[in-house]
């Protein structure tokens, strides 16, 4: 009985002496928190084995991933070469096992795609005969949003990991709606992502047996001790960027509740050693004020400076998680401000489109006006032409000109009632002067003998009514063959003056050795 008591009484001062001795060297110990009791629940799926654009190395990663993950203390479901039903059914089991975790993790290595800014994984079975617009994508393939939404309702810390840009050919079905890579998600609370490249651009398979270079860096950094998430999210980043030379980005977005470590660091116990006074634990005066007085300030700066001070203090823990839950509620209000920003920004931009679409509008309302005129005017010039032509034929109709002809080969002049062959060359040679008359009397033309050399006058009135270079008038107002060259006119002078289709200029030059076209005329004289 009495060794039971001095047994009991021994053991009792080794207890109070313990307590004593961790009230006196507290100060002394860094401690991380330890995750040994956090339950963690994490799906990977990698897939290989598209028929239209098979990849070589998701499945490599998944595995990798898998094996990094239960060291770091994670629960795995693991999926590879998944079908849409083994993708969906594997989501689900996720969802509702990860209700009774504390942190989930999501990793997905294969092909994916981001149409109208949503992102969707692509199943093994998919064929890109399949798809034929966006509708059946979202029928076919796994939506990205569904995926967080059950990680969400579950109320835990998520990490989203995502090594799914790779180029494909499903793009070409849905080119007008689609882009390259994945597009950036808005974050829910609680819940950090990682891509392996930024928003809108590929990232590398890696060499065939291998792992992709994303995830040979980020299987290796979580293994190392003492690196809160962040930590791996930025270390990872940085490495497939120095890799890749720039090409391959990494990047991250959204932060938990509280701090995460994949592999923490666990402070080794100091030595025990049994004191000779026992003693009480007793706070000390100093560490109870400078608690009380940042409990009244109930400030984030007033917990860091007591946490500071007293690192292993009484309050620590309460002072930690007093820390956490104001970073919390900063990060919730800057998501919230975040929102509005993008909310602001989408008005914005939506009364951007609509004052350019504004601008457009009246753009082609002038453009239309415009041509409106052009058409009037054009229409009036029509219609005076019109009646023109109505005055001409009605003078010619009332007698006006003696004789008038409307055979295609000759053309009447209303002004002067002369007729002229619509042929510019039908001597088909050049004469002179003399041989041009004997030519024009003997001429048989349309049905009429009595043609002649024109005068200087009839023919310059003849050549100069449109305005131009005279040949390039007469030949594109139904005559032909129009030289640009001289013409004879009959002169009683001793010179034969002869006029250039050319220029329209009136030239003097001696009858015999002159030799030029004729044209001729009749009526008139």
């Not at 993790?105 to 005969?129: C, K, M, T, W």
């Not at 080119?175 to 950090?192: F, H």
């Not at 030379?245 to 592999?263: C, T």
Request: with cysteine; glycine share 6%; charged share 30%.
């Amino acid at each position: 009985m009495r060794i039971f008591i001095s047994i009991s009484l021994l053991v009792c001062m080794l207890a109070m002496s313990f307590t004593a001795w961790t009230a006196e060297d507290r100060s002394l110990i860094v401690r991380k928190k330890s995750s040994s009791t956090e339950r963690r629940l994490a799906l990977v799926i990698g897939n290989n084995s598209y028929q239209d654009a098979p990849l070589k190395n998701p499945m490599n990663d998944a595995d990798a991933m898998a094996a990094a993950l239960k060291e770091t203390g994670f629960e795995v479901i693991i999926r590879k070469n998944a079908d849409r039903r083994a993708m969906f059914s594997a989501i689900k089991e996720f969802g509702q096992k990860l209700k009774k975790n504390d942190v989930g993790l999501f990793y997905y290595a294969g092909h994916g795609i981001q149409v109208e800014s949503l992102n969707y994984l692509l199943p093994v079975d998919l064929r890109n005969s399949d798809l034929q617009d966006a509708d059946d994508l979202r029928r076919d393939a796994l939506p990205l949003n569904e995926l967080m939404e059950r990680m969400r309702d579950a109320g835990t810390n998520n990490i989203v990991i995502l090594d799914a840009c790779r180029d494909n050919p499903f793009l070409a079905k849905l080119s007008r709606s689609s882009s390259r890579g994945l597009a950036k998600v808005v974050t829910p609370a609680s819940t950090s992502i990682l891509y392996s490249t930024d928003p809108g651009n590929t990232a590398s398979d890696g060499a065939s047996g291998d792992n992709g270079i994303f995830t040979k860096h980020l299987v290796g950094t979580i293994r190392k001790e003492g690196l809160e998430l962040v930590d791996v999210m930025r270390e990872v980043s940085l490495a497939v960027n120095r890799d890749t030379s720039g090409v391959q980005r990494p990047v991250f977005d959204g932060v938990l509740s509280s701090k995460f470590y994949f592999n923490p660091l666990e402070a080794p116990l100091p030595p025990v050693t049994i004191p000779t006074v026992p003693a009480t634990t007793v706070t000390p005066v100093s560490d109870l004020r400078f608690w009380e007085s940042a409990e009244k300030a109930n400030t984030l700066s007033a917990y860091r400076a007591y946490l500071k001070k007293f690192p292993s203090g009484d309050f620590a823990d309460i002072a930690l998680d007093k820390i956490q839950q104001f970073e919390a509620d900063k990060t919730r209000a800057t998501e919230a401000s975040k929102a509005d920003l993008e909310r602001k920004t989408l008005e914005v931009a939506e009364k951007e489109r609509l004052i350019k679409e504004r601008l457009e509008q009246d753009r082609r309302l002038k453009e239309l006006e415009a041509k409106l005129v052009q058409t009037e005017e054009r229409s009036k010039q029509i219609g005076n032409k019109f009646l023109k032509s109505i005055e001409v034929k009605k003078g010619i109709e009332t007698n006006k000109c003696k004789e008038y002809s409307d055979d295609p080969l000759i053309y009447t002049d209303p002004q002067t009632c002369l007729m002229w062959p619509r042929n510019g060359n039908l001597a088909d040679k050049k004469l002179d002067l003399n041989d041009a008359r004997k030519w024009a009397k003997k001429l048989t033309y349309g049905g009429y003998s009595d043609w002649r050399v024109p005068t200087v006058d009839e023919l310059e009135t003849f050549i100069k009514q449109g305005g131009r270079r005279p040949s390039e008038w007469l030949n594109s107002s139904g005559f032909n063959n129009a030289k640009d060259q001289y013409y004879l006119t009959s002169s009683k002078r001793m010179w034969t003056i002869v006029i250039d289709l050319y220029s329209g200029s009136i030239n003097d030059r001696i009858a015999q050795p002159s030799s030029s076209y004729v044209w001729p005329v009749r009526g008139g004289e």
